[in-house]
């Protein structure tokens, strides 16, 4: 029987698929905003505003005593356009889906796919709670302190994830193999990454795109201190040093965190992220989570004191592999549709699990070939960075 002649439609879900397959970080996180932005004819443009929980004071006692309602947001932006370019000919559309798969859309969205991951792994430095596990490895202990974190920051239980490095899933089974396993889990390792489940996780994936990230020249013992006492915000002035912070730094100031919804004091250090470089000497240290000491969003006891010390976690300039557990409201990721083009040879855009993918081709008179491309229009945003983890071991 003849050869059935591929479509752009066919080619276009297959190669959603494979990039489905390959994004495994992306596909367990939030995507609720995905359709915001796939309304043909009726799009809300590049941006979206994105309430985050209010947060109240509980009165104790008859007497009243009311509380503005001060929202807050967060903005997701769809700007990223990344693609990969590829040619093939009438030809190869005549080969089985099989075959052109794995010879021409495989090799191409693949390399599209771990680029878009890569992207969104980067809201990694955004996340403030750390499990210090530096200088060994990653054991079952590890593990349920990010639990841990994620259950004292009101995490909600289902869907929470843990992705591993490479070198922490070597670790993490090599600890733990003598331990029993739910033979009920292994068929989830069917899908590419997946572990299995244990430590409260839901899935437990290895990917191998979770980068590292170096951090500053400053030591652990910083040398800075506050400048200033009852401050509070997202910008802390701090003393003269020559040490540097890097994005994703974390630091503690000495205050300690307070329960979510009490604002009881845990008896645990609030640790905070550093959210933008600082090149040295005195100045403002671009810090989150924001320093709120009164009202129904206060996350520490009191405002850090004059003088106290800025502490860091980890060396000076080293870089850390962290492994990141993360429930999945965490963080957000969306597509959008891409505007189809006139007058070309052929095109489509398909969706799968929300994502968007346009594929368009052009016959090229000038040396008889048809190039390709392949587009995926996105953004990312972290959400709630309380409701993840960083488990930096080794």
Sequence with gaps: ???????????????????????????????????????????????????????????????????????????????????????????????????????????????????????????????????NNIGSTLNMRQMLLGKKLLTDSLAPSGTRNLLMNTQDTVDAIDNLKGLFQDSTQIAKQYREGVLGTTAGFGDIMENTILGGTTTGTAASATGYTVSGANQTGSSLAITAGTATFKKGDVITLGVNRVHPET???????????????????????????????????????????????????????QVYRPSLAYHKDAFTFATADLVMPDGVDWKARETFDGI??????????????????????????TLRAQLAARILSN
Aim: hydrophobic residues 40%; glycine residues 8%.
């Design 1 to 131: 029987m003849p050869n059935a002649i591929l479509t752009p439609q066919i080619i276009t879900r297959e190669a959603l698929r494979v990039l489905h397959q390959k994004a495994n970080f992306i596909g367990s996180i939030n995507r609720q905003y995905d359709d915001r932005f796939a309304k043909s004819g009726a799009k809300i443009g590049s941006s979206l505003d994105i309430r985050l929980p209010n947060e109240y004071v509980v009165r104790t006692g008859s007497t009243m005593q009311p509380q503005d309602t001060v929202e807050q947001k967060t903005q997701l932006q769809v700007t990223t356009q990344k693609g990969v370019d590829l040619s093939f000919t009438a030809v190869d559309l005549t080969m089985s889906l099989d075959d052109f798969s794995s010879r021409i859309i495989e090799p191409a969205v693949s390399v599209l796919a771990a680029n878009i991951e890569a992207d969104a792994l980067s809201m990694a430095n955004d996340v403030y709670n750390v499990v």
């Design 356 to 381: 968007s993918m346009r594929m368009v081709r052009q016959y090229n008179i000038s040396d008889d070939t048809f190039p390709c491309r392949l587009d995926v229009l996105y953004g990312y945003k």
């Design 263 to 317: 604002k009881a004091d845990t008896g645990n250090l609030q640790t905070f992220v550093v959210t933008a470089d600082f090149a040295g000497g005195a100045g403002s240290l671009q810090i989150a989570p924001a320093i709120v000491t009164t009202g129904g969003r206060k996350n520490v006891v009191a405002s850090p004191g004059n003088a106290a010390a800025v502490v860091k976690i980890g060396g000076a300039s």
